[in-house]
């Protein structure tokens, strides 16, 4: 049964993590980026943090969030991320439609990773940040 699921790969989406100024105020946000030259429908993103600080087991709220469609070549802030979790693994689960098929896949920031000297050019959004496609 479970051979004969279609698990089509993803491409030309990304997750990233960009240090904005808001208001004066530097907060971190995650955005999902859509580098295809079609949109993306029904998009569900799952995110979560886990792993140990200081020898504790730390674990986050799960948070999901919905978007209806994301157009080709378009990006989405998905939510603001907290600095003190950049310690944790950060999870990110993508679920999306192309054309009525459905699409997933995972996304890991590793502990630690979310810092400048990973930094890269994030396209489409043209600012420095934490990528992963």
């Given amino acids: ?31 999902l980026i859509n580098l295809h030259i079609v949109p993306i429908k029904n998009v569900i993103v799952s995110s979560r943090g886990y792993g140990e600080i200081n020898g504790e087991m730390k674990r986050t709220s799960t948070l999901r969030h919905f978007f209806e469609e994301i157009p080709d070549l378009e990006f989405t802030r998905v939510e603001p991320i907290m600095e003190n979790t950049f310690g944790l693994t950060n999870e990110f689960w993508v679920s999306f439609y192309i054309d009525g098929k459905i699409y997933d896949k995972q996304y890991i920031f590793l502990p630690e990773t979310i810092n400048e000297k990973n930094f890269t050019k994030i396209p489409l959004l043209n600012v420095e940040g934490v990528m992963i496609r």
């Fill in 1 to 31: 049964m479970k051979k004969d699921i279609e698990r089509p790969e993803v491409e030309d989406i990304a997750m990233a993590i960009v240090l904005e100024e808001v208001d004066g105020e530097n907060i971190w946000n995650v955005f």
